[in-house]
Protein backbone atom coordinates (compact mmCIF):
# COMPACT_ATOMS: atom_id res chain seq x y z
CA UNK A 1 0.00 0.00 0.00
CA UNK A 2 2.20 2.60 1.47
CA UNK A 3 5.55 3.22 1.77
CA UNK A 4 7.00 2.12 5.08
CA UNK A 5 10.31 4.20 6.45
CA UNK A 6 13.69 2.36 6.95
CA UNK A 7 15.40 2.98 9.73
CA UNK A 8 18.55 4.56 7.82
CA UNK A 9 19.60 7.79 8.35
CA UNK A 10 21.03 10.26 5.26
CA UNK A 11 21.78 14.28 5.13
CA UNK A 12 20.84 15.42 2.08
CA UNK A 13 20.95 19.04 -0.08
CA UNK A 14 20.82 20.91 -2.70
CA UNK A 15 19.44 24.08 -4.24
CA UNK A 16 17.44 25.91 -2.17
CA UNK A 17 14.02 27.14 -3.77
CA UNK A 18 13.45 29.36 -1.83
CA UNK A 19 16.95 31.06 -2.73
CA UNK A 20 19.82 31.94 -0.76
CA UNK A 21 21.34 29.22 2.11
CA UNK A 22 19.68 26.63 3.42
CA UNK A 23 21.59 26.07 7.11
CA UNK A 24 21.68 23.26 9.63
CA UNK A 25 19.98 23.19 11.78
CA UNK A 26 16.92 22.96 9.11
CA UNK A 27 13.97 25.46 10.69
CA UNK A 28 10.54 23.05 11.03
CA UNK A 29 7.30 24.25 11.34
CA UNK A 30 4.51 22.52 13.02
CA UNK A 31 1.20 23.98 12.84
CA UNK A 32 -1.89 22.70 14.02
CA UNK A 33 -5.43 25.05 14.15
CA UNK A 34 -7.36 22.81 16.58
CA UNK A 35 -7.56 24.72 19.99
CA UNK A 36 -8.18 21.59 22.42
CA UNK A 37 -5.48 18.85 23.56
CA UNK A 38 -5.89 15.54 22.35
CA UNK A 39 -4.01 12.51 20.57
CA UNK A 40 -3.19 15.16 17.98
CA UNK A 41 -1.53 17.36 19.78
CA UNK A 42 0.59 14.67 21.93
CA UNK A 43 1.74 13.56 18.65
CA UNK A 44 3.24 16.78 17.92
CA UNK A 45 4.53 16.92 21.53
CA UNK A 46 6.97 14.18 21.20
CA UNK A 47 8.13 15.26 18.02
CA UNK A 48 9.25 18.80 19.09
CA UNK A 49 10.34 16.69 22.16
CA UNK A 50 12.33 14.61 20.01
CA UNK A 51 13.87 16.00 17.03
CA UNK A 52 17.49 16.16 16.86
CA UNK A 53 18.28 19.49 17.35
CA UNK A 54 21.18 19.12 15.65
CA UNK A 55 20.14 18.58 11.93
CA UNK A 56 16.37 20.45 12.87
CA UNK A 57 15.30 23.10 14.89
CA UNK A 58 11.44 22.54 15.75
CA UNK A 59 9.04 25.60 15.42
CA UNK A 60 5.62 25.54 16.80
CA UNK A 61 2.33 27.66 15.08
CA UNK A 62 -1.64 26.82 16.81
CA UNK A 63 -4.02 28.72 18.35
CA UNK A 64 -3.89 30.83 21.41
CA UNK A 65 -5.72 28.47 23.36
CA UNK A 66 -3.94 25.02 22.56
CA UNK A 67 -0.36 27.00 23.35
CA UNK A 68 -1.39 28.07 26.64
CA UNK A 69 -2.54 24.16 27.53
CA UNK A 70 0.82 22.92 25.92
CA UNK A 71 3.18 25.66 27.78
CA UNK A 72 4.52 23.81 29.98
CA UNK A 73 5.11 20.30 27.73
CA UNK A 74 6.83 22.21 25.04
CA UNK A 75 10.61 22.28 25.33
CA UNK A 76 11.58 25.83 26.27
CA UNK A 77 13.92 26.01 22.77
CA UNK A 78 11.05 25.98 20.64
CA UNK A 79 9.53 29.11 19.25
CA UNK A 80 5.59 29.27 19.57
CA UNK A 81 3.27 31.46 17.39
CA UNK A 82 0.53 31.36 19.21
CA UNK A 83 -2.11 32.68 16.03
CA UNK A 84 -6.04 31.46 14.86
CA UNK A 85 -5.41 30.16 11.57
CA UNK A 86 -8.43 28.43 10.35
CA UNK A 87 -9.70 29.06 6.74
CA UNK A 88 -8.13 31.90 3.84
CA UNK A 89 -10.31 34.27 5.26
CA UNK A 90 -8.35 35.54 7.83
CA UNK A 91 -6.33 37.42 6.36
CA UNK A 92 -4.52 38.85 9.28
CA UNK A 93 -3.72 35.56 10.67
CA UNK A 94 -2.29 34.41 7.11
CA UNK A 95 -0.60 37.40 6.63
CA UNK A 96 1.64 36.93 9.80
CA UNK A 97 2.31 32.83 9.32
CA UNK A 98 3.94 34.01 6.27
CA UNK A 99 6.16 36.08 7.93
CA UNK A 100 6.59 33.27 10.32
CA UNK A 101 8.34 31.46 7.74
CA UNK A 102 10.08 33.78 5.84
CA UNK A 103 11.66 35.20 8.85
CA UNK A 104 12.25 32.08 10.24
CA UNK A 105 13.49 30.56 6.89
CA UNK A 106 11.71 27.45 7.34
CA UNK A 107 12.53 24.78 5.31
CA UNK A 108 9.86 22.25 6.10
CA UNK A 109 6.05 22.77 6.89
CA UNK A 110 4.62 20.22 8.92
CA UNK A 111 0.73 20.40 9.07
CA UNK A 112 -1.37 18.00 11.06
CA UNK A 113 -4.92 17.09 9.80
CA UNK A 114 -6.42 17.87 6.64
CA UNK A 115 -8.52 21.35 7.52
CA UNK A 116 -4.76 22.76 9.12
CA UNK A 117 -2.90 21.37 5.26
CA UNK A 118 -5.47 23.11 3.50
CA UNK A 119 -5.00 26.58 4.69
CA UNK A 120 -1.32 26.66 5.30
CA UNK A 121 0.10 24.08 2.56
CA UNK A 122 -1.10 26.81 -0.41
CA UNK A 123 0.87 29.87 1.79
CA UNK A 124 3.86 27.73 2.51
CA UNK A 125 4.67 26.97 -1.19
CA UNK A 126 3.79 30.70 -2.02
CA UNK A 127 6.73 31.55 0.40
CA UNK A 128 8.74 28.84 -1.08
CA UNK A 129 9.19 26.20 1.72
CA UNK A 130 11.01 23.71 0.47
CA UNK A 131 9.38 20.88 1.73
CA UNK A 132 5.73 20.56 2.60
CA UNK A 133 3.96 17.68 4.55
CA UNK A 134 1.17 17.18 5.94
CA UNK A 135 -0.03 14.41 8.63
CA UNK A 136 -3.44 12.67 8.32
CA UNK A 137 -3.95 11.29 11.88
CA UNK A 138 -8.09 10.18 11.48
CA UNK A 139 -10.66 9.34 9.13
CA UNK A 140 -12.86 12.68 8.49
CA UNK A 141 -16.32 11.05 9.82
CA UNK A 142 -17.25 14.69 9.12
CA UNK A 143 -16.93 14.84 5.35
CA UNK A 144 -20.30 14.36 4.25
CA UNK A 145 -22.42 15.47 1.43
CA UNK A 146 -22.08 16.13 -2.66
CA UNK A 147 -18.68 18.61 -2.22
CA UNK A 148 -17.30 17.30 1.05
CA UNK A 149 -18.06 13.89 0.48
CA UNK A 150 -16.06 14.11 -3.35
CA UNK A 151 -12.59 14.96 -1.40
CA UNK A 152 -12.48 17.22 -4.72
CA UNK A 153 -10.61 19.93 -2.53
CA UNK A 154 -8.50 17.54 -0.82
CA UNK A 155 -7.28 17.00 -4.48
CA UNK A 156 -6.71 20.38 -5.44
CA UNK A 157 -4.84 20.84 -2.39
CA UNK A 158 -2.34 18.00 -2.80
CA UNK A 159 -0.77 20.41 -5.82
CA UNK A 160 0.65 22.45 -2.82
CA UNK A 161 2.11 19.19 -0.15
CA UNK A 162 5.32 17.37 -1.49
CA UNK A 163 4.36 14.02 1.14
CA UNK A 164 1.97 12.61 3.60
CA UNK A 165 2.19 10.87 6.67
CA UNK A 166 -0.15 8.49 8.23
CA UNK A 167 -0.15 7.23 11.18
CA UNK A 168 -1.53 3.71 10.30
CA UNK A 169 -2.07 1.55 7.33
CA UNK A 170 -5.93 1.65 7.33
CA UNK A 171 -5.48 5.29 7.24
CA UNK A 172 -3.16 5.27 4.41
CA UNK A 173 -5.68 2.83 2.43
CA UNK A 174 -8.25 5.87 3.41
CA UNK A 175 -6.03 8.42 1.80
CA UNK A 176 -5.38 6.11 -1.12
CA UNK A 177 -9.03 4.78 -1.54
CA UNK A 178 -11.67 7.30 -0.41
CA UNK A 179 -9.45 10.48 -1.15
CA UNK A 180 -7.85 9.08 -3.83
CA UNK A 181 -4.49 10.76 -3.01
CA UNK A 182 -1.30 9.95 -4.74
CA UNK A 183 0.05 6.30 -3.09
CA UNK A 184 3.49 7.09 -3.76
CA UNK A 185 3.72 10.59 -1.63
CA UNK A 186 2.04 8.78 1.32
CA UNK A 187 4.15 7.07 4.26
CA UNK A 188 3.08 5.05 7.49
CA UNK A 189 4.81 6.06 10.76
CA UNK A 190 3.24 4.89 13.63
CA UNK A 191 2.24 6.59 16.63
CA UNK A 192 4.85 5.80 19.63
CA UNK A 193 5.14 6.62 23.42
CA UNK A 194 7.98 6.62 26.06
CA UNK A 195 8.28 3.23 26.93
CA UNK A 196 10.10 4.06 29.98
CA UNK A 197 7.28 6.10 31.36
CA UNK A 198 5.03 3.10 30.73
CA UNK A 199 5.84 -0.21 32.10
CA UNK A 200 4.19 -3.61 33.99
CA UNK A 201 6.30 -2.28 36.95
CA UNK A 202 4.69 0.59 37.78
CA UNK A 203 2.63 0.91 41.13
CA UNK A 204 -0.46 3.13 41.09
CA UNK A 205 0.27 5.98 43.67
CA UNK A 206 -0.88 5.08 47.46
CA UNK A 207 -4.54 6.13 48.22
CA UNK A 208 -5.62 6.28 44.72
CA UNK A 209 -8.01 3.58 45.15
CA UNK A 210 -9.11 4.46 48.00
CA UNK A 211 -9.84 8.40 47.46
CA UNK A 212 -11.60 7.00 44.18
CA UNK A 213 -14.09 4.93 47.21
CA UNK A 214 -13.05 1.52 45.33
CA UNK A 215 -12.37 -1.70 47.64
CA UNK A 216 -9.06 -3.09 47.91
CA UNK A 217 -10.47 -6.49 45.43
CA UNK A 218 -12.51 -4.78 43.35
CA UNK A 219 -11.78 -5.09 39.56
CA UNK A 220 -10.81 -1.44 37.78
CA UNK A 221 -11.44 -0.45 34.21
CA UNK A 222 -9.67 2.33 32.97
CA UNK A 223 -10.54 4.39 29.93
CA UNK A 224 -8.26 7.05 28.72
CA UNK A 225 -10.09 9.20 26.55
CA UNK A 226 -11.77 12.46 25.85
CA UNK A 227 -15.27 12.57 26.87
CA UNK A 228 -16.73 13.22 22.72
CA UNK A 229 -18.89 11.12 20.56
CA UNK A 230 -15.72 9.40 18.96
CA UNK A 231 -14.56 7.45 22.01
CA UNK A 232 -18.19 6.24 22.09
CA UNK A 233 -18.47 6.14 26.20
CA UNK A 234 -21.95 5.70 25.76
CA UNK A 235 -21.82 2.60 24.49
CA UNK A 236 -19.89 1.49 26.80
CA UNK A 237 -21.99 2.44 29.41
CA UNK A 238 -24.86 0.76 28.06
CA UNK A 239 -22.97 -2.41 28.80
CA UNK A 240 -21.88 -1.64 32.09
CA UNK A 241 -24.89 -2.54 33.71
CA UNK A 242 -24.64 -6.26 31.71
CA UNK A 243 -21.31 -6.95 33.09
CA UNK A 244 -22.03 -5.78 36.23
CA UNK A 245 -24.69 -8.77 36.63
CA UNK A 246 -21.61 -11.03 36.53
CA UNK A 247 -19.37 -8.81 38.36
CA UNK A 248 -21.17 -6.38 40.47
CA UNK A 249 -18.08 -5.33 41.92
CA UNK A 250 -16.36 -3.91 38.57
CA UNK A 251 -15.45 -0.28 38.39
CA UNK A 252 -14.76 2.25 35.71
CA UNK A 253 -12.87 4.73 35.46
CA UNK A 254 -13.12 7.57 32.55
CA UNK A 255 -10.12 10.02 32.48
CA UNK A 256 -10.51 13.01 30.34
CA UNK A 257 -13.13 16.26 29.33
CA UNK A 258 -14.91 17.06 26.89
CA UNK A 259 -18.24 18.18 25.93
CA UNK A 260 -20.27 14.84 26.54
CA UNK A 261 -19.42 15.03 30.25
CA UNK A 262 -22.84 16.13 31.78
CA UNK A 263 -24.61 13.75 29.77
CA UNK A 264 -22.77 10.87 30.14
CA UNK A 265 -23.31 11.39 33.91
CA UNK A 266 -26.83 12.14 33.65
CA UNK A 267 -26.53 8.64 31.38
CA UNK A 268 -24.55 6.78 34.53
CA UNK A 269 -27.86 8.17 36.81
CA UNK A 270 -30.69 6.55 34.62
CA UNK A 271 -28.65 3.55 34.32
CA UNK A 272 -28.17 3.06 37.93
CA UNK A 273 -24.28 2.69 37.95
CA UNK A 274 -23.33 5.69 39.87
CA UNK A 275 -21.66 3.40 42.56
CA UNK A 276 -19.28 1.77 39.72
CA UNK A 277 -18.49 5.21 37.37
CA UNK A 278 -15.72 8.13 38.20
CA UNK A 279 -15.61 10.69 35.93
CA UNK A 280 -11.80 12.38 37.42
CA UNK A 281 -11.05 14.58 34.07
CA UNK A 282 -8.23 15.05 32.08
CA UNK A 283 -4.68 13.71 33.39
CA UNK A 284 -1.54 13.86 32.71
CA UNK A 285 0.02 11.00 34.78
CA UNK A 286 -1.65 8.24 32.95
CA UNK A 287 0.76 5.46 34.25
CA UNK A 288 -0.49 6.33 37.11
CA UNK A 289 -4.31 5.42 35.83
CA UNK A 290 -2.97 2.55 34.32
CA UNK A 291 -1.49 1.30 36.94
CA UNK A 292 -4.71 1.18 38.41
CA UNK A 293 -6.38 -0.64 35.79
CA UNK A 294 -7.25 -4.44 35.14
CA UNK A 295 -6.99 -3.65 31.45
CA UNK A 296 -8.06 -0.65 29.35
CA UNK A 297 -11.11 0.04 27.67
CA UNK A 298 -11.64 1.85 24.13
CA UNK A 299 -15.08 1.75 22.58
CA UNK A 300 -14.71 4.46 19.85
CA UNK A 301 -16.54 4.96 16.70
CA UNK A 302 -13.24 5.57 15.09
CA UNK A 303 -9.51 6.25 15.40
CA UNK A 304 -6.31 6.63 13.26
CA UNK A 305 -4.29 5.27 15.81
CA UNK A 306 -4.76 5.31 19.24
CA UNK A 307 -1.67 6.72 21.16
CA UNK A 308 -3.52 5.06 24.24
CA UNK A 309 -3.53 1.60 22.71
CA UNK A 310 0.63 1.98 22.44
CA UNK A 311 0.61 3.21 26.27
CA UNK A 312 -1.94 0.87 27.50
CA UNK A 313 0.14 -2.38 26.32
CA UNK A 314 3.48 -0.73 27.41
CA UNK A 315 2.41 -0.71 30.89
CA UNK A 316 1.47 -4.39 29.90
CA UNK A 317 -2.12 -3.87 30.29
CA UNK A 318 -4.51 -5.38 27.36
CA UNK A 319 -7.33 -3.65 25.99
CA UNK A 320 -10.44 -3.89 24.76
CA UNK A 321 -11.19 -1.89 21.66
CA UNK A 322 -13.53 -1.44 18.92
CA UNK A 323 -12.09 -3.17 15.28
CA UNK A 324 -12.09 0.55 13.92
CA UNK A 325 -9.47 1.81 11.39
CA UNK A 326 -5.95 1.78 12.65
CA UNK A 327 -6.49 0.14 16.63
CA UNK A 328 -6.46 -3.42 15.32
CA UNK A 329 -2.61 -2.47 13.81
CA UNK A 330 -1.93 -2.63 17.83
CA UNK A 331 -4.71 -4.02 19.48
CA UNK A 332 -4.43 -7.65 17.80
CA UNK A 333 -7.49 -9.82 18.67
CA UNK A 334 -7.13 -12.48 20.68
CA UNK A 335 -3.19 -11.54 21.53
CA UNK A 336 -2.61 -8.30 22.72
CA UNK A 337 -6.20 -7.67 23.87
CA UNK A 338 -10.18 -8.01 22.27
CA UNK A 339 -11.62 -6.22 19.49
CA UNK A 340 -15.44 -5.65 19.01
CA UNK A 341 -17.55 -3.79 16.13
CA UNK A 342 -18.07 -0.42 16.74
CA UNK A 343 -21.44 0.67 18.82
CA UNK A 344 -22.04 -2.69 20.01
CA UNK A 345 -22.86 -2.67 23.73
CA UNK A 346 -23.66 -6.34 23.46
CA UNK A 347 -20.27 -7.74 22.10
CA UNK A 348 -18.35 -5.20 24.18
CA UNK A 349 -19.75 -6.62 27.52
CA UNK A 350 -19.03 -9.91 26.61
CA UNK A 351 -15.17 -9.24 25.34
CA UNK A 352 -15.00 -7.49 29.14
CA UNK A 353 -16.54 -9.79 30.91
CA UNK A 354 -14.32 -12.95 29.23
CA UNK A 355 -11.14 -10.62 30.53
CA UNK A 356 -12.14 -10.27 33.83
CA UNK A 357 -12.97 -14.04 34.03
CA UNK A 358 -9.61 -14.87 33.01
CA UNK A 359 -6.56 -12.99 34.98
CA UNK A 360 -3.98 -15.50 33.43
CA UNK A 361 -5.51 -14.36 30.08
CA UNK A 362 -4.64 -10.56 30.85
CA UNK A 363 -1.59 -11.21 31.96
CA UNK A 364 -0.46 -13.38 28.48
CA UNK A 365 -2.10 -10.48 26.49
CA UNK A 366 -0.02 -7.62 28.82
CA UNK A 367 3.35 -10.13 27.82
CA UNK A 368 2.46 -9.78 24.58
CA UNK A 369 1.18 -6.12 23.91
CA UNK A 370 4.46 -5.37 25.68
CA UNK A 371 6.60 -6.77 23.08
CA UNK A 372 4.87 -5.61 20.31
CA UNK A 373 4.94 -2.23 21.40
CA UNK A 374 9.16 -2.63 21.83
CA UNK A 375 9.49 -3.47 18.52
CA UNK A 376 7.99 -0.76 16.60
CA UNK A 377 6.30 1.77 18.75
CA UNK A 378 8.70 4.08 20.81
CA UNK A 379 8.51 7.70 20.57
CA UNK A 380 12.37 7.30 19.85
CA UNK A 381 11.28 5.14 16.09
CA UNK A 382 8.14 7.63 15.49
CA UNK A 383 10.90 10.28 16.01
CA UNK A 384 13.53 8.87 13.27
CA UNK A 385 10.88 8.01 10.90
CA UNK A 386 10.02 11.51 10.43
CA UNK A 387 13.29 12.59 10.39
CA UNK A 388 14.52 10.26 7.23
CA UNK A 389 11.43 11.06 5.85
CA UNK A 390 12.47 15.04 6.58
CA UNK A 391 15.50 14.70 4.82
CA UNK A 392 14.23 12.05 2.21
CA UNK A 393 11.91 15.56 1.37
CA UNK A 394 14.59 17.87 1.67
CA UNK A 395 16.88 15.33 -1.07
CA UNK A 396 13.91 15.12 -3.45
CA UNK A 397 13.24 18.80 -3.58
CA UNK A 398 17.00 19.73 -3.82
CA UNK A 399 17.86 17.48 -6.14
CA UNK A 400 21.18 16.70 -4.08
CA UNK A 401 21.85 13.32 -2.64
CA UNK A 402 24.72 13.61 0.30
CA UNK A 403 25.81 16.61 2.09
CA UNK A 404 28.83 16.39 5.21
CA UNK A 405 26.84 15.17 7.91
CA UNK A 406 27.01 17.96 10.82
CA UNK A 407 27.61 15.07 13.04
CA UNK A 408 31.19 14.86 11.40
CA UNK A 409 31.80 18.37 11.16
CA UNK A 410 29.97 21.48 13.24
CA UNK A 411 30.42 24.13 10.63
CA UNK A 412 27.17 24.68 9.12
CA UNK A 413 26.40 23.30 5.62
CA UNK A 414 25.37 25.52 2.40
CA UNK A 415 22.62 23.62 -0.31
CA UNK A 416 23.99 24.07 -3.80
Same mark, same amino acid.
Given at each position: M *?????? *? =??????????????? /??? %?? @?????????????????????? @????????????????? #??????V????????????????G??????????????V?????????????? =????? /?????V????????E? /???? /???????????????????? *??????A???????????????????????? #?????????????? =?????????? &???L???????????????????R???????????????? #????????? =? @??????????????????W????????L?S @???? &???????S?????????? *???????????G???L?????? %????????????????????????????????????????????????????????????? %?????????L?
Amino acid at each position: M *AEEPSG *A =SSSSAGSDPAGGTVR /WPV %PV @LHFSNVPVRAGVEEHILRLLQG @LDRKHFKPLFACPPELA #RVLSRDVPPDVEVFPLFLESPKHGGAARQFARILRQRQVRILHSHQFRAGLVA =SPIGR /WCRVPVIIETAHVRET /WRKG /WLKGSYAVDRLADRFIDRYI *AVSHAIARYLVEEKRLPEKKITVIHNGCDLE #RFNPGHVAPAGLRS =SLGFGEADPV &LVVLARLEPQKGHRFLLEALPVVRSEFPHVRLVCAGEGEL #RSELECQVR =S @LGVEESVRFVGFQSHTEDWLALAEFTVLPS @LYEG &LPVVAVESLAAGKPMVAT *AVDGTPEIVLDGKTGLTVPAAD %PRRLAEAICRLLRDPQLRLQMGRTGRERVLAGFSHQQQVQRTEDLYRRGLEQRLNKKAIQD %PQREDRPERLH
